[in-house]
């Protein structure tokens, strides 16, 4: 070991992380750099209370017997598990995090458009969070994430109002984020970043955002009402006081599927980036992976009436459905395909990120194609509300998303913490996620066809066999999560020092120095090239 | 050590969802391998050679993109239209199914039979013959699924919901609550037994019953004092009953109604809501939160029972199974209700 590895605050230059010391340097900065870092420790935390519970839920599944837990117990479990993970830690996952540090480097921005605005969603975020955690710690809700009423607005006896406050706060966080981003992303390219060369990951996040922006207030007002029908029984979705149940579920999958996509977009948004760096070579069919990122949010919100096939819906609303959701997988398929003719003649790397770019792809087809099945009318009907859709989500949500995120985390942490993690240990837990994961959610594709429903605490004994293997799979994918955990904590001291591009990729966040500096260039860059130009790149140094 | 990959398949549709769910896996199996396939392969032979390797451009190509959009599309297609053909085949019952009921509780499946029997958590039916099942819900969302005939109903609370099936296969088979319904939604689990024709007509005459759904609706009819109104023969202050079911009925707002379940079920808890032409709002009180999901299908089932006109009161009529006659026996969801 060189004295220079063990020393390096000796030679540190100043970047965003040593312009400053102390609490009140974080909590009241404006840098998206550093409200990124805050964001990543909060969903950090939000993502082990999540995993906690997803733990619990599958601890109690080894056997069929409800024997852990009583059922009221295990009802909150997958309940704060879902609105954990899903309101706090998927939604903002990427777009908060990676996407707050990154989307203004990307176009050579020196902040995003509203500093304040942006560390104003970090508070309100926590706001919700702590709202959220405050349902927990006083008791638990049992909803499930959903909130389907009439058993949300009248038949629970738990923390409803508390944790749907939680949400409703919560998404004003995405709203500004949605906001600011938009308009950064309109006002705030550097000369020469043209819509034609933004990096994929920023047409991603503005394709998110967009969605954040015109959903978000939808579920805002739902839970709203949900929360009024609670305390007054004003007599919206209750039958017995002249609601309709079936009105709420409109107005909730009205935001939640479009929410699907505010939690897929990003992490394809990062593929892209992955797969051109460690493919070296630009990203084919450039125009059709952004423009699919635009289609997918603009028909992702005309689909949602698929989650509601047995409700008793209008045939011909069913039909409708069905049609557009498979409209909606074209542009989502366009994206694999592109990505893996990306790969084509390229010169591939089997860097970290790009497992787990492979592992995303490989998972999110899966998801994508189980996906096709709930679709289709005739099928859906048999497997809805069981353990497949269960398998399907997970596979988009965790196989794409949080594969996505872990990846991305990957490939930028030498930018963000200036150091270089074990690439060991990374390949190792990043076999452990992958071999984890399926094993955890594959069985549960045939559990559901089979008929096991979602939600059951307790289940038919011939089941058991699937369920043991699904819970065995979950604790090696815990695993897989703890171990870059650790890994990223340690690199932050020890991990040699990055260099200011580490993988020779191209795109403006790796022309300034690791960490950024606190306006993260010297000089406003300008762009004379379209992105991904590995071919003209002229430096060829490792950092 | 049961490790079952498959569900029995017991019902006339099932096979026809099957056949599509293979054909939907076959194709994702091979989309998968084809992606697989390329990324493994471009991984293994374009893998980076030296460290300063760089690979010429390639831009992309109209002619591949908007073949693997249209393509998969066309794929789709085959499925929409397969998926919805089953879809819409199973939408409504036959004219000549057998009526069931069954009323979602939390957490328990009460079903009723027209020949009057109840049962909690059991359902029999017979082989061969389309069941029609009317789904009530008495509090939240439930949903009726039974996997082996792949049907499944959301159960929605202030309606009535509709399924149906036709079991082709004896055994027994798992009934489930699919839409989470609170603390004992795992718990709302019952059986589906599917007996043979003759086997199903002793197990109906087997079973004790208070008499057939129409005479226990009939006896509510008494008690909870609506015969007062609408008398049988001559006009009272309500609408004459005999004879309106499955007509249609002129209302007060100048529309027509069909006199279904719905409509009658509607008639009972809200009055007003769709009051008969030349009737004066406000004269019957609502049922809304007096009497059960149960004691309302029966109620309709009687409406429904007077429907044939000139008929005599179902009370007349000798029953349909042995012990039906005998309408002595206390209705013990009516006890001290009136």
């Known amino acids: 070991m060189s004295t220079v590895l063990q020393h390096p605050e000796a030679v540190e230059t100043p970047n965003y992380l040593n312009q400053e010391y102390g609490w009140k340097s974080w909590l009241f900065t404006k840098d998206h750099k550093r409200i990124a870092v805050l964001y990543i420790i909060s969903i950090t935390v939000m993502f082990f209370i999540g995993g906690i519970f997803a733990s619990l839920i599958r601890v109690e599944l080894l056997t069929p017997q409800g024997d852990l ?85 009248t038949y629970s006896n738990t923390f409803v109002i508390t944790a749907a406050v939680g949400v409703f706060i919560a998404g004003f966080s995405s709203i500004l984020t949605g906001l600011n981003f938009i308009v950064t992303v309109h006002k705030m ?88 760096c460690f ?19 603009i028909i992702g919100f005309l689909v949602w009436g698929h989650h509601m096939f047995v409700t008793g819906m209008s045939m011909y609303a069913s039909l409708y459905f069905s ?108 076999l452990l996620v992958f071999a984890g994961f399926n094993l955890t959610f594959f069985p549960q594709f045939i559990l559901g066809y089979l008929g096991q429903p979602r939600r059951y605490h307790a289940y038919a004994p011939e089941f058991q066999v699937l369920n043991v293997m699904s819970t065995a799979g979950a604790s090696i994918l815990g695993l897989g999560y703890v171990i870059p955990l650790i890994y990223f904590l340690w690199s932050m001291k020890y991990g040699p020092k990055a260099g200011n591009n580490p993988w020779r990729a191209t795109g403006l966040e790796w022309t300034t120095t690791s960490p950024p500096p606190t306006y993260n260039f010297e000089t406003t860059p300008i762009v004379t090239e379209e992105a991904y130009s590995y071919h003209t790149q002229k430096e060829t140094h490792v950092g | 050590m049961q490790l079952p990959l498959f569900p029995e398949a017991a019902s006339a549709i099932a096979s026809s969802v099957d056949y599509l769910y293979f054909y939907l896996t076959a194709v994702s199996i091979v989309m998968t391998a084809l992606i697989f396939a390329a990324v493994f392969f471009f991984a293994l032979k374009y893998r980076r050679k030296s460290e300063d390797e760089v690979p010429a451009p390639i831009h992309g190509s109209l002619k591949l993109e908007i073949a693997w959009s249209v393509l998969p599309f066309l794929v789709m297609l085959t499925f929409f239209w397969w998926g919805a053909q089953i879809f819409f085949a199973n939408a409504s019952p036959p004219p000549d199914a057998m009526d069931i009921y069954a009323v979602g509780k939390q957490w328990m499946w009460k079903i009723q039979y027209p020949e009057g029997q109840r049962e909690i958590n059991e359902l029999h039916v017979p082989i061969n013959r389309p069941v029609k099942i009317t789904l009530a819900s008495e509090d939240v969302i439930h949903s009726f699924f039974i996997p082996a005939f792949r049907v499944k109903h959301d159960v929605v609370p202030g309606r009535y919901d509709i399924m149906w099936f036709t079991a082709t296969k004896p055994g027994r088979y798992h009934l489930f609550c699919a839409e989470y319904c609170g603390t004992e939604h795992s718990g709302m689990v019952g059986w589906v037994t599917v007996m043979t024709e003759s086997d199903y007509e002793n197990w109906l005459a087997g079973s004790g019953v208070e008499g057939t759904m129409a005479q226990q609706g009939e006896r509510l009819f008494g008690q909870l004092g609506c015969a007062t109104c609408h008398q049988l023969e001559q006009q009272g202050r309500g609408p004459i009953l005999r004879g309106i079911y499955g007509s249609r009925i002129q209302l007060q707002n100048g529309q027509t109604v069909l006199a279904d379940d719905a409509y009658i079920r509607e008639s009972i808890l809200n009055p007003n809501a769709r009051l008969v032409a030349g009737y004066r709002t406000d004269v019957m009180p609502t049922f809304q939160g007096q009497i059960t999901e149960e004691q309302l299908l029966q109620l309709v089932v009687y409406i429904k029972s007077l429907a044939v006109q000139g008929a005599a009161p179902v009370s007349e009529q000798s029953a349909a199974t042995p012990g039906g006659a005998a309408a002595t026996t206390e209705n013990p969801n009516t006890g001290g209700k009136k």
Request: aromatic share 18%.
């Open chain 1, 69 to 153: 837990v009583n059922s009221d117990t295990y009802n909150k479990f997958f309940t704060m598990h879902g609105i954990v993970m899903v309101f706090f830690f998927l939604i903002p996952s990427i777009p908060a995090t990676l996407g707050n540090f990154f989307v203004p480097m990307m176009i050579g921005a020196k902040d995003l458009a509203f500093p304040r605005i942006n560390l104003l969603s970090w508070y309100i975020y926590i706001a919700g969070a702590a709202f959220a955690l405050a349902a927990i710690v006083l008791g638990g809700v049992d909803t499930g994430w959903t909130f389907y009423t009439p058993f949300s607005s």
């Open chain 1, 189 to 276: 390219r550097a000369p020469g970043m043209t819509w034609g060369r933004l990096p994929l990951f920023v047409w991603a996040n503005y394709a998110t955002s967009l969605i954040q922006v015109l959903g978000t207030p939808v579920v805002a007002i739902t839970l709203a009402l949900v929360g009024l029908e609670r305390a007054f029984h004003i007599g919206i979705f209750d039958p017995a006081i002249g609601g309709d149940p079936i009105l709420f579920q409109h107005m909730f999958w009205f935001y939640s599927h479009p929410a699907v996509y505010i939690m897929i977009l990003p992490g394809m948004g990062v593929i892209s980036e992955l797969v051109t």
């Open chain 1, 279 to 297: 493919s070296r070579k630009g990203v084919f069919g450039y125009p059709f992976v952004a423009g699919s990122s635009l289609g997918i949010a």
């Open chain 1, 323 to 430: 049609l557009l959701s498979f409209l909606v997988a074209v542009p989502s398929a366009i994206k694999v395909f592109n990505w893996t003719a990306t790969m084509f003649r390229g010169s591939i790397s089997f860097d970290t990120p790009m497992l787990y770019a492979f592992g995303f792809i490989g998972l999110f087809t899966i998801g994508g194609l189980t996906g096709l099945f709930l679709a289709t009318l005739g099928v859906d009907v048999h497997v809805t509300d069981t353990y497949f859709v269960v398998a399907h989500f997970h596979y988009v949500m965790v196989g794409g998303m949080v594969l996505a995120y872990l990846g991305g985390m990957h490939f930028w942490w030498p930018k963000i913490s200036g150091r270089l993690y074990p690439e060991g240990w990374a390949k190792f837990a990043c």
